[in-house]
T-cell receptor
């Protein structure tokens, strides 16, 4: 199946620093990528929808100035957590939608996730 | 009402048992339905799509009842390796984000 990578897989940083997470579709083009966040023992919650070449669409309650999303190419979206605080510690997962339909259904592929710990 | 609801469990079963998970969704316009599996501290992985006619993949059987907005997953002959969290996932429209339930935790013991 299609592969989506995320980098870094794990990051530990001090409060107040900014962290950039990359999401790449390795063998397909993705006009749309999604960013999710998962707190311990909770479900994945959609943060934003990232569209190549346009502004991201953020879910209610997600601060767009704090979580900066850039989708500059068909294979790369980045999420930057600005001025991170301990409450931002979470598991961040991206998914990429295969623009060409894959098997004919709306197929989305998940990255392996980035575990962020803010001290 | 939450968009996708699941019994969180945990379900603790012995090897070889049959176990069933249920899920309900609130958006009657939902178009696509899936079961994902998530292992501890890992990303979700697609287990199977769910079709209106019901579908089976080895020991796994999924059912969809659109009238009741209800989805089920049946696992027969449980294996130790089936221990994981099973996520009920719904997509309201092609191209939009997936909506996840909280997941049901399964623990299979020997």
């Amino acid at each position: 199946g299609a592969v989506v990578s995320q980098h870094p897989s794990r990051v530990i940083c001090k409060s107040g620093t900014s962290v950039k997470i990359e999401c790449r579709s390795l063998d397909f083009q993705a006009t749309t990528m999604f960013w999710y966040r998962q707190f311990p023992k909770k479900s994945l919650m959609l943060m934003a929808t990232s569209n190549e070449g346009s502004k991201a669409t953020y879910e209610q309650g997600v601060e767009k100035d704090k979580f900066l999303i850039n989708h500059a190419s068909l294979t790369l979206s980045t999420l930057t957590v600005t001025s991170a605080h301990p409450e931002d510690s979470s598991f961040y997962i991206c998914s990429a939608r295969d623009s060409w339909g894959g098997s004919g259904t709306d197929t989305q592929y998940f990255g392996p996730g980035t575990r962020l710990t803010v001290l | 009402r939450k968009e996708v609801e699941q019994d969180p469990g945990p379900f603790n079963v012995p090897e070889g048992a049959t176990v069933a998970f249920n899920c309900t969704y609130s958006n009657s316009a939902s178009q696509s339905f899936f079961w994902y599996r998530q292992d501890c501290r890992k990303e979700p992985k697609l287990l199977m799509s769910v079709y209106s006619s019901g579908n089976e993949d080895g020991r796994f059987t999924a059912q969809l009842n659109r009238a009741s907005q209800y989805i089920s997953l049946l696992i027969r002959d449980s294996k130790l390796s089936d221990s994981a969290t099973y996520l009920c996932v719904v997509n309201s429209q092609a191209g939009t984000a997936l909506i996840f339930g909280k997941g049901t935790t399964l623990s299979v013991s020997s």
